[in-house]
């Protein structure tokens, strides 16, 4: 996380000071880092209700995640592939993770691309699911969350294109934009 808005230390930004690593003194720290342990990071978004941040996070070789982000927070990789332990090359014994909100296993797909939180019409059946879906499958898929858990994760669709990203308007509805260049309106409700 930067500040744009001003300079610092000879740098075209500065970094603010509730960054977890600000005062770190240590060379190999970068002081701009918010989170640590995401492999591949795969489009962010912030719920316009409550500002949690989403990512979609493409994984190695066995599963696919999202995940809500908090200031300081190590989400595994690569200790671990999602739930799954994946290598001890970096674990250390008094680290705590932060596990993913969604997961899915390659037969679903495997390249995860983040999208949002449905916040368009009150009334619709999936106002507050986070809409994300993969580029390789065209998968679509719906997840409502509570307290950073899965309480419920659908398909709902599969589209026309490879799913290079997604957009949100000013009254909350998202958008697909396709790999063949088009932009899809989502019929969310």
Known sequence: RID???SSNGLPYSIPSGNPFAESKDAKVRQEIWATGLREPWRFSFDSMTGDL???DVG????EKATIVRKGENHG?????SFEPFSNQYRKADAEFTWPVF???RHLGNSITG???YRGNESSPYYGAYICGDFTTRRIFAVWQKDGRTIKALQI???PSPVA???EDLNGQIYLIGYDGLIYLLGLG
């Open 77 to 81: 990789w690569n200790v671990f592939e």
């Open 157 to 159: 669709g599969v589209t």
């Open 115 to 117: 999208g949002y939180v």
């Open 54 to 56: 989403w990512v979609g």
């Open 60 to 63: 190695q070789g066995k599963y």
């Open 165 to 167: 990203s997604f957009a």
């Open 4 to 6: 744009v808005n001003h």
């Open 103 to 105: 997961v899915y296993s």
